[in-house]
């Protein structure tokens, strides 16, 4: 389907060619002869030259978008505080247990660190965690590529749920009173268990009847929370919007737009993480164009928590992140600090409001 | 007779050993390909190359490519529209096409002959989306010169030289991952 075809014609060309060399013809070896050079030489001949020497392309062929790279300071709500040396390799997951305690996810393993950034415990993984959860009552809930396991406070397994099927790639986790919701970004849906393990339902597919107009997720990335106002946020990146939902998966309502501007949600898939504050307003992470905004309850843009100027190893190799994965999950603790899992730094970067 | 069996036999074996010096050189033979991981999109594939336009084009790997109706590689950094309007999109040349799929999502191609290899589009769909563009010599074109004159220029030191039989250097999806 793409432009590899060719690649093949040309390599059935070459076949041809040597079969008629391994004839004896010598008609063969010219051809091959022919073939070892320079096959489009001839055609092309008329049209070759001796480089730019010194010419450059018009302002028309390039791409330009480094004047969104620039924060407006007095958009800047937020300063950075603190910065947590994960040790890890990789980043993957940040979230908030009892006591703001830290936790991190990241290689093989869990980190714990105490909400001033001393790290109190680790515990082990059999394979690379891609999301994180802590319930209120300190049980730990850790997304894996396609399953979740269960551990508790001191970080002893006490479950491993049932695989999630099909393309399953686990993006997020949120823990409620009694569910816990999934983000699977394979198979774009969410999943709602009980704190059993139990499967309940799926929600966000595709549905007209509810006006439900399906995730996009062209990254692998579909982040979703549950707030103090008991709703399921959900990411629709595709779409540049969040959107709510009840526990039994009925829309309810979304915001969001699509704009390079600081208001709005850049690139073909944004946000790709978000956290909400202990008012019920929101803190959104986004790829590209790296930054991190607040809105209101509402969806209205308020203001920056970090803008791209803060993320230099991001913005200097764009090969490097984008979709390449590059974590930027985001936590929120009970005294309203943002914590920012920077997977460029493998730091959990720690931003409170300015006073 | 016997002469003609002599004769017939040296081309025999004449041809078989032109067949294995063939395949030795095949072996041997290399030519210039860039990392696309490594590629900085600096325009230069395009000005840099002897020919005129360049070897060096725009591909699309189909399963990176996310299908966005908002295609970062399409468009340009603010469209008045997300149609195909000339004034929305990136490429100078017009060199992508834009095709409706099953809503909400798009598929794009790359027309070859508009291509010049400017990396225009590679930059907006690497920043911004999955980086299914990317840019690669194409070797029904490329003349395969001992010194690659965008080899010799590129800031990035993408450039280098590969096996015959394996030309290009694709990207994928695991290493998006």
Same mark, same amino acid.
């Given at each position: 389907?793409?432009?590899?075809?060719?690649?093949?014609?040309?390599?059935?060309?070459?076949?041809?060619?040597?079969?008629?060399?391994?004839?004896?013809?010598?008609?063969?070896?010219?051809?091959?002869?022919?073939?070892? !050079?320079?096959?489009?030489?001839?055609?092309?001949?008329?049209?070759?030259?001796?480089?730019? *020497?010194?010419?450059?392309?018009?302002?028309?062929?390039?791409?330009?978008?480094?004047?969104?790279?620039?924060?407006?300071?007095?958009?800047?709500?937020?300063?950075?505080?603190?910065?947590?040396?994960?040790?890890?390799?990789?980043?993957?997951?940040?979230?908030?247990?009892?006591?703001?305690?830290?936790?991190?996810?990241?290689?093989?393993?869990?980190?714990?660190?105490?909400?001033?950034?001393?790290?109190?415990?680790?515990?082990?993984?059999?394979?690379?965690?891609?999301?994180?959860?802590?319930?209120?009552?300190?049980?730990?809930?850790?997304?894996?590529?396609?399953?979740?396991?269960?551990?508790?406070?001191?970080?002893?397994?006490?479950?491993?749920?049932?695989?999630?099927?099909? &393309?399953?790639?686990?993006?997020?986790?949120?823990?409620?009173?009694?569910?816990?919701?999934?983000?699977?970004? *394979?198979?774009?849906?969410?999943?709602?268990? &009980?704190?059993?393990?139990?499967?309940?339902?799926?929600? !966000?597919?595709?549905?007209?009847?509810?006006?439900?107009?399906?995730?996009?997720?062209?990254?692998?990335?579909? &982040?979703?929370?549950?707030?103090?106002?008991?709703?399921?946020?959900?990411?629709?990146?595709?779409?540049?919007?969040?959107?709510?939902?009840?526990?039994?998966?009925?829309?309810?309502?979304?915001?969001?737009?699509?704009?390079?501007?600081?208001?709005?949600?850049?690139?073909?898939?944004?946000?790709?993480?978000?956290?909400?504050?202990?008012?019920?307003?929101?803190?959104?992470?986004?790829?590209?164009?790296?930054?991190?905004?607040?809105?209101?309850?509402?969806?209205?843009?308020? !203001?920056?928590?970090?803008?791209?100027?803060?993320?230099?190893?991001?913005?200097?190799?764009?090969?490097?992140?984008?979709?390449? !994965?590059?974590?930027?999950?985001?936590?929120?603790?009970?005294? *309203?600090?943002?914590?920012?899992?920077?997977?460029?730094?493998?730091?959990?970067?720690?931003?409170?409001?300015?006073? | 007779?016997?002469?003609?069996?002599?004769?017939?036999?040296?081309?025999?074996?004449?041809?078989?050993?032109?067949?294995?010096?063939?395949?030795?050189?095949?072996?041997?033979?290399?030519?210039?390909?860039?990392?696309?991981?490594?590629?900085?999109?600096?325009?230069?594939?395009?000005?840099?190359?002897?020919?005129?336009?360049?070897?060096?084009?725009?591909?699309?790997?189909?399963?990176?490519?996310?299908?966005?109706?908002?295609?970062?590689?399409?468009?340009?950094?603010?469209?008045?529209?997300?149609?195909?309007?000339?004034?929305?999109?990136?490429?100078?040349?017009?060199?992508?096409?834009?095709?409706?799929?099953?809503?909400?999502?798009?598929?794009?191609?790359?027309?070859?002959?508009?291509?010049?290899?400017?990396?225009?589009?590679?930059?907006?769909?690497?920043?911004?989306?999955?980086?299914?563009?990317?840019?690669?010599?194409?070797?029904?074109?490329?003349?395969?010169?001992?010194?690659?004159?965008?080899?010799?220029?590129?800031?990035?030191?993408?450039?280098?030289?590969?096996?015959?039989?394996?030309?290009?250097?694709?990207?994928?999806?695991?290493?998006?991952?």
């Amino acid at each position: 389907m793409n432009e590899v075809p060719r690649k093949t014609e040309q390599a059935t060309r070459r076949q041809f060619l040597r079969r008629s060399v391994g004839g004896a013809s010598l008609f063969g070896l010219g051809s091959a002869t022919g073939l070892l !050079g320079f096959p489009a030489q001839a055609e092309q001949a008329g049209t070759t030259g001796g480089g730019s *020497g010194g010419r450059s392309l018009g302002k028309e062929y390039t791409y330009d978008v480094s004047k969104f790279f620039k924060t407006d300071p007095a958009l800047i709500q937020y300063d950075e505080t603190a910065k947590i040396a994960t040790g890890l390799g990789e980043l993957s997951a940040v979230a908030i247990g009892p006591e703001d305690r830290v936790l991190v996810a990241g290689d093989k393993a869990v980190r714990v660190f105490s909400k001033t950034g001393e790290r109190t415990g680790e515990f082990m993984l059999d394979e690379r965690p891609r999301c994180l959860a802590a319930a209120a009552k300190g049980n730990i809930f850790v997304g894996m590529k396609d399953h979740v396991e269960v551990f508790d406070a001191s970080g002893a397994r006490q479950a491993r749920w049932n695989n999630a099927g099909g &393309d399953a790639l686990l993006t997020a986790l949120a823990v409620a009173e009694k569910d816990v919701f999934v983000a699977d970004a *394979g198979n774009r849906v969410v999943l709602r268990y &009980d704190l059993g393990g139990k499967l309940l339902g799926r929600i !966000g597919k595709k549905n007209p009847d509810k006006h439900i107009l399906g995730f996009i997720v062209p990254s692998p990335f579909l &982040d979703l929370a549950v707030g103090a106002d008991g709703v399921l946020w959900v990411v629709n990146p595709g779409r540049h919007r969040l959107e709510a939902y009840t526990f039994d998966g009925d829309l309810q309502s979304f915001w969001g737009e699509e704009s390079l501007g600081v208001k709005g949600f850049c690139g073909c898939c944004n946000p790709i993480h978000f956290a909400r504050l202990p008012d019920g307003r929101f803190v959104t992470s986004e790829k590209g164009l790296p930054r991190v905004k607040v809105y209101s309850a509402k969806g209205e843009f308020e !203001g920056v928590v970090a803008g791209p100027e803060l993320f230099p190893n991001q913005t200097a190799n764009p090969n490097s992140t984008a979709a390449h !994965g590059v974590c930027m999950d985001l936590a929120v603790d009970s005294a *309203g600090r943002v914590l920012l899992a920077d997977a460029s730094t493998r730091e959990v970067r720690v931003f409170a409001r300015k006073k | 007779m016997l002469n003609g069996a002599m004769r017939g036999a040296f081309l025999f074996l004449l041809g078989a050993a032109t067949t294995v010096l063939f395949r030795r050189s095949q072996a041997k033979r290399t030519v210039w390909q860039l990392d696309p991981y490594k590629c900085v999109q600096c325009n230069r594939c395009a000005t840099e190359c002897v020919l005129k336009p360049s070897a060096v084009k725009c591909v699309q790997v189909y399963p990176m490519c996310g299908y966005c109706k908002l295609c970062t590689g399409y468009f340009e950094p603010e469209p008045v529209s997300l149609d195909t309007g000339a004034e929305n999109q990136l490429c100078p040349t017009g060199a992508i096409k834009r095709r409706a799929l099953e809503d909400p999502y798009y598929e794009y191609t790359i027309d070859e002959p508009r291509c010049i290899g400017c990396a225009k589009c590679v930059k907006g769909c690497v920043l911004f989306g999955n980086g299914s563009f990317f840019l690669q010599v194409r070797h029904d074109r490329c003349v395969n010169c001992d010194e690659c004159a965008i080899a010799i220029a590129c800031p990035a030191q993408a450039f280098q030289r590969v096996p015959a039989d394996k030309p290009y250097l694709m990207k994928d999806r695991e290493h998006q991952a």
